[in-house]
């Protein structure tokens, strides 16, 4: 009678035991409860409020049963393991995200954290929050420079790899232009700032992916609502367990209670929650280190299944550095006559052929003309006055489109245009004057791209608007499959929805500023070389470098995130599928349960399968 007194009393001091310390644990999981707080007010229930619910649903009754002697049994321990593992499951998350890298984070220490300001000559230090455009900044050797900006004194070697992806410096000399976060290797700069904070390369580029990470693909909008959806199945299977295992079969109550509160806690969809961000968190990371930026992450579905790719040829395939091969007079002037005319009419044009003939005038020392009543005629040539007299350049449709007359030119014409070379008339209101050819040399990063694109059954296309016979050199040089020549820049959009009604999924690539409109009709546009202007708007996806082998990168490294996200939203399904009923009892024919702690176990090992499988990705070799 003694000893069982004894153990009553015992059993009833570690009930009192096990509530206290339960209590204090139970503490640590108020965190939960103000997320599910919060997945409640937004109505988009998740696996905090699982969690919530499978937390308080134990510790209340396990309360009740130290109040109430009839319940014999508790949750205590099961409750308390629960949510230790829940918050080292917590731990290894946000630990793994960490590792995942942040972006923005790496993107930052690329810029130094202050910079030597020159205030009426005298050198003072400043955190570069304090810089504005206009100031003048010292950059000594080894040094970062702090924002974009044009050299107004001294000469170096700068390391732009940042942006251009080249690890071979460039010389930087007075009148250059330098970007944010290149180093200064040798000798010092002193550097007028153009662009700063924000608006500086660094800024763009942090906006950007700022941008990219508010964004979801199509498989994470998936993903949040299976969540949703799971939310209510564990609920209601917990409901159904508890009284089937009750009140059908006849088991104790506590029973039921014990195998309805381990389908609340099993179900929890951390996994499901974390197989899309862990993968793009990822993602971003490598797209920075690799040169590019997506913008809209929902692309990524998109691009892995291009089958056309569209390229801008000139300064994309091509160098786009053109150099004056031939000069061809046809009417009573000289070839010098010809270069005189052409440099003057181009000396205001940005065009890249108008500023390689400019330079080639300058060359040969050439006096240019001053114009008057300057026209850019889109996608043609120009118009300008010399001296009262009207004189055009341009390309053959511009000459057509005037009547001016060619007869004399066009046999030199078809001879230049026949070796590939870019030929530009220069004429008079009635006749043609002479021709001015140009060369531009395919770039060698051009010939592996469309190689190793092919290679991944995708088909390439080239936009120009240089003549058919300069288009299908190119084309045939480079084994492109089509290409569209003597395109206008407002007409490049149209070619690109040709090939998307013929059921093509088409990337476009471009400048982005010529090309906007086809990077917006294309299912995905990609802005290629945007170098210091890397805030494109109308791109979905940012290249840095000026390599077109940038593409295949990009394509591959979208197929294999797909696949990731694939293979972790299946395992996340699948192991729902398999664990919720197991935690019901379904298997209990075969003498297999899962107690709560267990089921938070497998839950929380479940969500480091997620995480690990996501990381797998930062081994894959882009090169």
Known sequence: MVMNTLGLEAYTLTKWIGFGI??????????????????????????????SIAVAAGYLFSVAATFLPSLEADFYLEISTLIWVLLFGHYLEAKSGAAAGDSLAEVAKLLP??????????????????????????????????????????????????????????QKKVK???????????????????????????????????????????????????????????VITALLTLLIWTFVIGQPFVFGATLAITVLVIACPHALGLAIPTVTTITTSLAVKNGFFIKNLAKLEVIKKADYVVFDKT?????????????????????????????????????????????????????????????????????AEIDGKKYVAGNRALIESMDISFTKAESPYNELISSGKTTIFVADESAVLGLVAL?????????????????????????????????????????????????????KYAHIKELQESGSVVLMVGDGVNDAPALTQADAGIAIGAGTDVAVEAGDVVLTRNNPGDIVRLITLARKVYIKMIQNLVWALGYNVVAIPAAAGVFAGFGFFLRPEIGAFVMSLS?????????LLKRIDLT
């Open 113 to 170: 954290k202050q910079a030597h300001k020159l205030i009426n000559g005298v050198e003072t230090d400043v955190d570069i929050s304090e810089l504005a455009d206009g100031d003048l900044v010292l950059v000594k050797p080894g040094e970062k420079i702090p924002a974009d900006g044009i050299i107004t004194a001294g000469s170096a070697n700068v390391d732009e790899a940042l942006i251009s992806g080249e690890s071979i410096p460039v």
């Open 607 to 615: 969500t480091v399968i997620v995480v690990a499988n996501a990381m």
């Open 176 to 234: 250059d232009e330098v970007v944010a976060g290149s180093i200064c290797l040798d000798g010092s700069l002193t550097i007028s700032l153009t662009r700063v904070g924000e608006h500086s390369t660094i800024g763009q580029i942090q906006n950007l992916i700022a941008t990219a990470q508010q964004t979801k693909p199509k498989s994470q909008r998936l993903a949040d609502k299976a969540a949703g959806i799971l939310t209510f199945i564990a």
């Open 439 to 491: 060369s531009d040399s395919i770039k060698s990063e051009s010939y592996e791209a469309v190689r190793r694109l092919h290679e991944l059954d995708v088909k390439v296309a080239m936009l120009t608007g240089d003549n058919s016979q300069v288009a299908q050199s190119v084309a045939k040089e480079l084994n492109i499959d089509t290409f569209f020549a003597e395109v206008l820049p407002k007409d």
């Open 315 to 383: 300064g994309t395939l091509t160098t786009g550095v053109f150099g004056v091969t031939d000069l061809v007079a046809v009417g009573d002037v000289t070839e010098d006559e010809v270069l005189r005319i052409a440099a003057s009419l181009e000396q205001h044009s940005s065009h890249i052929i108008g500023e390689s003939i400019v330079a080639h005038a300058k060359e040969k020392s050439v006096t240019l003309s001053r114009i008057a009543d300057f026209k850019n005629i889109a996608g043609k040539g120009i118009m």
């Open 22 to 51: 339960a209590t204090i644990i139970f503490g640590f999981a108020l965190i939960f409860f103000e997320h599910a707080l919060h997945e409640i007010k937004a109505r988009a229930y998740g696996m905090m409020t699982l969690v």
